[in-house]
């Protein structure tokens, strides 16, 4: 297939660029690097089969040849990302979502939307299945990204039921791994870049709050998966493995071997969930997937690569 990846320079985009390419794709990445960057896509420059084309897609957009499939991954993640750039936030998760799907329609090609988790805010619902709608603030700090998510899950489903266009919905939940940005704001690479630091690791609140970490390979499995099955309604892909961020710092300052252990500090952004694990039953049942890397391995193969790339 010829495939379209949009924030295909991103963490996630990059790997999922990497995985279209072994299943023997051709690849057209697309990003306006304010968060991503060519340096996780380097490695492609020069494959026959991958093209990289720099285009923000909240703009018009046009692709040369047949298109068989679209990913639309394009947008800021990570809440720091998304509190600096909320109207691009809202702009691609809203115009970019239409533009992706109208080619999808001329195309005639299969459009997969990478959603979230938060879609579910700060949720009511433990562990998160895909039937609960969740808990969200739309003029809370964390809206401009949720209803980016939940606008763009509709307007996929609005394109699935009135013109018939092939989709899919990925709910994905916390992942890490190799090419997240050092300075993104999120836990990992801020734990990961403080312990390599020997500096105590920076607790938000009283580290009660829980997260569930998927490996990025998992997750770009998963995703696969989605892309190849028939599933038009939403699917969580997660690792239903759940921590509080408290044992999230032990178990990385292990890994480490850091002596500065933890500190406590007043940031959690208003709306930061509580909690947060996948209820994963779908995913198992229709794509037979679950994931296989657990956290200690992921976690020493990220914290290898933080530790190159910090130099
Ligand atoms: N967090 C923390 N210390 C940090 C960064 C984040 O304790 O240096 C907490 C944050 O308050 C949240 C959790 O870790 O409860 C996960 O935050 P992240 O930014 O990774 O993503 P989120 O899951 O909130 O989207």
């Known amino acids: 297939m010829r495939i379209l990846v949009t924030g295909g320079a991103g963490f996630i985009g990059s790997h999922l660029c990497d995985k279209l390419l072994a299943e023997g794709h051709n690849v057209i990445a697309m990003d306006n ?83 979230t988790s938060e879609v579910y805010g700060d949720p009511l619902v433990h562990p998160q299945t895909e039937d609960y709608w969740g808990n969200v603030n739309p003029v809370g700090p964390r809206g401009c990204y949720d209803e980016a998510k939940r606008f763009a899950e509709a307007i996929v489903m609005a394109y699935h039921h009135y013109h018939g266009v092939q989709t899919r919905i990925v709910r994905i939940f916390n992942t890490f791994g190799p090419r997240m940005r050092l300075d993104d704001g999120r836990v990992v690479p801020n734990f990961v870049g403080q ?22 390979a998992d997750q770009v499995d998963g995703l696969y998966r989605l892309l190849m099955s028939d599933e038009s309604t939403p699917v969580n892909i997660g690792n239903p493995h759940e921590m509080t961020i408290l044992e999230f710092a032990n178990l990385i300052n292990e890994l480490t071997g850091n002596p500065g252990g933890v500190i406590f500090e007043d940031k959690r952004i208003e709306g930061d969930p509580q ?35 910090s130099g």
């Open 195 to 216: 312990a390599l630091r020997g500096e105590p690791l920076t607790v938000y609140g009283d580290g009660s709050q829980t997260r569930s970490f998927c490996y990025v």
């Open 275 to 309: 909690t947060r694990r996948p209820d994963i039953g779908k995913a198992r049942r229709i794509l037979g997937w679950e994931p296989r890397v657990d956290i200690r391995e992921g976690l020493t193969r990220t914290i290898e690569y933080f530790k190159k790339s």
């Open 33 to 115: 690097l304010i968060t991503g960057s060519t340096r996780n896509i380097a490695h492609l420059i020069g494959n026959e089969h991958f093209l990289f084309i720099k285009h923000d897609v909240t703009n018009y957009l046009y692709v040369e040849g047949k298109l068989d499939a679209i990913l639309h991954f394009a947008s800021p993640a990570s809440p720091i990302d998304y509190l600096n750039y909320p109207i691009q936030t809202l702009k691609v998760g809203s115009l970019g979502t239409h533009n992706v799907l109208g080619l999808a329609m001329a195309q005639n090609a299969r459009l997969l939307l990478a959603s």
